[in-house]
């Protein structure tokens, strides 16, 4: 049946449990798992409900259409809706729960997690900011090791595209080879004279700088 898909105890079907303390890292899993398993969940998630509409074709015209005269088609479109939501509910413990029962639609119920966990529109200017700050200052000491600081760049770049600002590839594998110490530089050299720094990706450029 469709909706065992999201069952509670399926390891390799439940979406990602809810995390109140690491929300963004939670956000970031939960989006990839549900639009890798459907598209349209996302839409009715981020954009709101499927509405009741089809066209006419007598009138050419999209209408509002009752439930007795609604297609099987547009049933199951509109099946998405309750789908998003139960997707949601899977995801969070009854304390979260408790929070949004009473939103109506998927989209309400988004929105309100991301309000309480990640703020309003200038709580979350602020976390970009002082992310941004943290990318900027970025610098590698000498005694660390390649790993260690590729964690910590991995946090910073990972956190901005959670809430929707990220640098480019580009820009960020330049950004580590900037930030390597002295001691990295005839390395570093090496790898600008022999690799296309266009296109090579950060985990290529951690690679050489491991080998």
């Known amino acids: 049946m469709e909706s065992e898909k999201y069952l509670e105890g399926q390891s390799m079907q439940r979406p990602p449990l809810f995390e109140s303390d690491g929300f963004i890292y939670w956000k970031n899993r939960f989006e990839t798992y549900v639009k890798s398993k459907d598209l349209d969940l ?22 509002i259409v009752p439930f007795h005269k609604q297609n099987d088609d547009l049933k199951k479109k509109l099946a998405k809706n309750n789908e998003a ?7 969070l413990p009854r304390k979260e ?17 991301l309000i309480t966990h990640q703020g309003n529109n200038q ?3 602020n976390k970009i900011d002082l992310l941004v700050q943290q990318y900027e200052q970025f610098m590698i000491p000498e005694e660390e090791s390649i790993d260690n ?3 910590k760049f991995n946090t910073i770049i990972t956190s901005l595209k959670a809430l929707d600002e990220s640098f480019s590839s580009k820009n960020c594998v ?12 005839a390395k570093v050299t090496a790898i600008e004279e022999s690799k296309n720094l266009t296109t090579l990706s950060l985990d290529e450029l951690i690679g050489n700088l491991k080998v």
């Open 85 to 91: 939501k139960m997707v949601i509910y899977n995801a």
């Open 42 to 63: 996302w839409h009715v998630i981020t954009d709101g409900d499927f509405p009741p509409i089809q066209n006419n074709p007598e009138t050419k015209k999209d209408e």
């Open 123 to 125: 709580v979350k200017a």
């Open 97 to 113: 729960y408790e929070r949004i029962f009473m939103c109506q639609t998927a989209k309400e119920i988004w929105d309100t997690l």
């Open 149 to 151: 600081a590729f964690a």
């Open 174 to 185: 330049r950004k580590f080879l900037r930030a390597l110490h002295t001691k990295w530089r």
